[in-house]
């Protein structure tokens, strides 16, 4: 009894000890700080060839000199950020984010290090000219998760406001006439109307604010780490001289009319190599995930359907967590699997493309288990039983007669599972992967120019779409002789 006593205590002991040991000089595990950031946000943080640049990133290099210790910076939608900070996917945050009441909830703040403003963004020759007038049921768009979207839905009701998941997306939706004003940060307004001669901002400042670092709550000792960095940076004039490295905007070439404006943004400024690499990743992403979900389906529908004749315990089991899956898989948007997958359940793997191909994977899978069970069901049932009759085991005969014909018969709903495959990676950018529709973005961070960088990504969808249908076509024909 004495020592089970002993023992006890002992273990307490340790276990007390244990977390001060791992937190003794270290402030990140991994010996990186991993930082999150949104480069469509120009001047803060934005593509420059493959390399992420802008205010935020400058910071983060130089407290990562001062600190002496790796930094990792990370691209996703910024939306996410905060939340894969919270799921310690992250460490840190760093994409111009305003201090606010409500985001120290769930985490902590550096010091702050610039001061900004939310301004409204017009066309010049829009009737408002006054904050005052925006309440008079105008359409305001905002970035989703962004301040200016949680203080304009308070002032003007949320029936009036949009939330873009970019904010070149609200800037397009403005210089098309489908909203009337979009409420965003001073300098990245002040790019857009430098690059927009159209485009105007009000006098008046919408609100106030400062920018900070947001940081893991739970990790007290890189907040401290990064007040000391920070300090020290601002001291030295460091950050003065970062914020005046992007004072007025990049240069870019123009282009009027469609070819004009085609040439100058994809071609002169160097938007084709973001949209290849992009279609390269989404291409990838596509063929990994549809080899995998084809056997995955596979797999399911056979067992499903062998379950129907069969008194095997094990099938049936199977059989039901097969149905619950494609039942959860249908039941939700691909974009929330995701999310799950790369914020929950695979937050701790850092290859995004895995994390992509996973994902998307097992969404198929589950629609081509439906399209094989649908394709067995509809091999005639007298066919099987002629098989039986001659003799084939259950296996010959579902190998040799009736998965060669489910197989055909489930031909067009394959293909067009495939294609709505290769279309819905277009999420990837979610997670921050780089595929052909963020690629599409990063162009539009760059260049404002947010209907050609769409329209090119589009029609790369198309012309591929168009080519993949051509080959199932010639299989399904082939097939019919065969
Ligand atoms: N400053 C704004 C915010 O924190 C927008 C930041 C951003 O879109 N990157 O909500």
Do not use: C, W
């Not at 992420?52 to 990792?72: H, Q, T």
């Not at 301040?147 to 397009?172: C, M, Q, R, Y």
């Not at 940081?215 to 990064?226: G, T």
Request: proline share 2%; aromatic share 8%; hydrophobic share 45%.
């Amino acid at each position: 009894m004495k020592n089970k006593n002993k023992i006890t205590l002992l273990i307490f002991a340790l276990l007390m000890f244990l977390p001060s040991l791992a937190s003794a000089n270290e402030f990140v595990d991994d010996g990186v700080i991993d930082f999150g950031t949104s480069a469509d946000f120009p001047p803060y943080e934005y593509y420059e060839g493959e390399d992420i640049v802008g205010i935020d990133p400058d910071i983060i290099k130089e407290i990562g000199d001062y600190l002496d210790i790796e930094v990792k910076i990370h691209d996703m939608d910024f939306n996410n950020i905060l939340a894969s900070i919270q799921s310690n996917k992250l460490d840190a945050g760093a994409a111009g984010f305003t201090v606010t009441e409500e985001r120290k909830k769930s985490v902590n703040f550096t010091d702050t290090f610039a001061k900004t403003s939310q301004v409204v963004l017009v066309k010049k020759d829009s009737q408002i000219s006054t904050i005052d007038e925006l309440r008079k049921n105008k359409k305001i768009g905002t970035q989703l998760g962004s301040i200016g979207h949680t203080l304009a839905t308070d002032d003007f009701g949320e029936e009036n406001v949009s939330a873009f998941v970019k904010v070149p997306d609200a800037v397009l939706a403005l210089k098309t006439g489908k909203i009337d004003a979009v409420i965003v940060d001073k300098e990245i307004a002040e790019n857009y109307k430098a690059s927009d001669d159209k485009l105007g901002i009000l006098d008046k400042t919408y609100v106030e604010e400062e920018y900070a670092i947001a940081v893991n709550k739970n990790n007290e000792a890189l907040l401290e780490k990064l007040n000391q960095a920070i300090g020290e940076l601002k001291k030295d004039g460091t950050i003065d001289k970062i914020m005046a490295k992007y004072e007025g905007s990049s240069e870019l070439s123009e282009g009027k009319g469609l070819i004009g404006r085609f040439k100058a943004t994809i071609i002169d400024n160097g938007g084709y190599k973001y949209l290849l690499d992009g279609l390269k990743t989404t291409i990838i992403v596509t063929s990994f995930a549809l080899i995998i979900s084809f056997l995955l389906g596979l797999i399911i529908a056979i067992t499903r359907a062998a379950s129907e004749e069969s008194t095997n315990i094990l099938i049936k089991i199977l059989d039901k967590v097969f149905a619950l899956f494609v039942t959860i898989i249908r039941g939700t948007p691909s974009t929330i699997q995701l999310l799950i997958m790369f914020n929950v359940i695979l937050v701790n793997l850092d290859n995004l493309l895995l994390v992509a191909v996973l994902s998307f994977a097992l969404n198929s899978s589950a629609y081509m288990a439906e399209i094989f069970r649908g394709g067995i069901n509809a091999v005639d049932k007298g066919e099987k039983e002629a098989a039986r009759s001659l003799g084939l085991t259950y296996y010959q005969t579902m190998r040799k007669v009736i998965m060669p014909q489910a197989i055909k018969n489930s031909l067009p709903a394959l293909a067009n599972e495939i294609i709505t495959l290769f279309k819905e990676t277009s999420i990837s950018g979610f997670i921050g992967l780089a595929d052909l529709t963020r690629g599409a973005s990063i162009v539009i961070s760059q260049t404002f120019d947010a209907g050609t960088a769409y329209f090119s990504a589009a029609i790369i969808y198309l012309v591929i779409v168009m080519v993949m249908e051509k080959i199932f076509k010639k299989i399904e024909k082939g097939l019919q002789y065969a």
